[in-house]
């Protein structure tokens, strides 16, 4: 069952210009939302994370917004880099559950 | 190095082999969790550990596949009488403490090939 999904497997975009990548869960349960960031042959590294208690949380060039209403959560990158290019995963946990729940995934090219 | 560490990094193995993999976590990471990322899809939780506590094995797709963690720290996952759909990257990743607020360090993975 996939609880988690991003329905766009690959994002191109100009650098300096916003990435916005999206997720849609279908568990109401879920109360923590993190992204994750995966290069290749590497595994998944923490980026950011958000609480269902807030609509927004933001670090540096990385916004993550949640929109409980919708399941809906966004991962805005402002100003792209080239280094961004790379698999973003997003994910969610309840406090029920010790395990998390991925998507699977977004391919963000960010062309110079 | 101080992250979480794999081996092998890739293995072609055939069908009605098994494998091992294992997985050296964070030291002092009392919560250990084992995913898989099949071809196009997101990461799968197959099995997390907790300090002594039994493990929860709730994601694990079969009986084919067991994993245990000896001494609270190396797992290893081991998957019986291997099957081409077994093909794709498992990884292995550890937290301070188990809980769904915790992040998760992960490892590189374990690229598995079955023929």
């Known amino acids: 069952d996939q609880q988690v999904k991003q329905n766009s497997p690959s994002l191109s975009v100009q650098e300096g210009r916003i990435s916005i990548l999206n997720c849609d869960y279908t568990n109401s349960m879920f109360d923590y939302f993190l992204w994750y960031k995966k290069y290749p042959a590497e595994g998944p590294t923490f980026l950011i994370s958000?609480?269902?208690?807030?609509d927004k949380n933001e670090d540096g060039r990385f916004t993550v917004f949640l929109n409980k209403s919708a399941k809906h959560l966004s991962l805005h990158i402002v100003p792209s880099q080239p280094g961004d290019s790379a698999v973003y995963f997003c994910?969610?946990?309840?406090?029920?559950?010790?395990?998390?729940?991925f998507g699977a995934g977004t391919r963000l090219t960010v062309k110079p | 190095g101080a992250g979480v560490s794999q081996s092998p990094s890739n293995k072609v193995t055939e069908k009605g082999k098994d494998v091992e993999l294992r997985c050296d976590p964070i030291?002092?990471?009392?919560?250990l969790y084992w995913y898989r990322q099949s071809l196009g899809q997101g990461l799968e939780f197959l099995i997390y550990f907790q300090g002594n506590s039994a493990p929860d094995k709730s994601g694990l797709p079969s009986d084919r596949f067991s994993a245990e963690r000896t001494g609270g720290s190396v797992s290893t996952l081991t998957i019986q009488r291997t099957q081409q759909e077994d093909s794709a990257v498992y990884l292995c990743?550890?937290?301070?403490?188990?809980?769904?607020?915790?992040?998760?360090?992960f490892g590189p993975g374990t690229r598995l090939t079955v023929l």
């Open positions: 030291s002092g990471h009392t919560a």
């Open positions: 994910a969610a946990s309840d406090r029920n559950n010790n395990d998390m729940r």
């Open positions: 958000i609480s269902s208690i807030k």
């Open positions: 990743a550890s937290s301070l403490v188990v809980g769904p607020y915790n992040e998760q360090f």
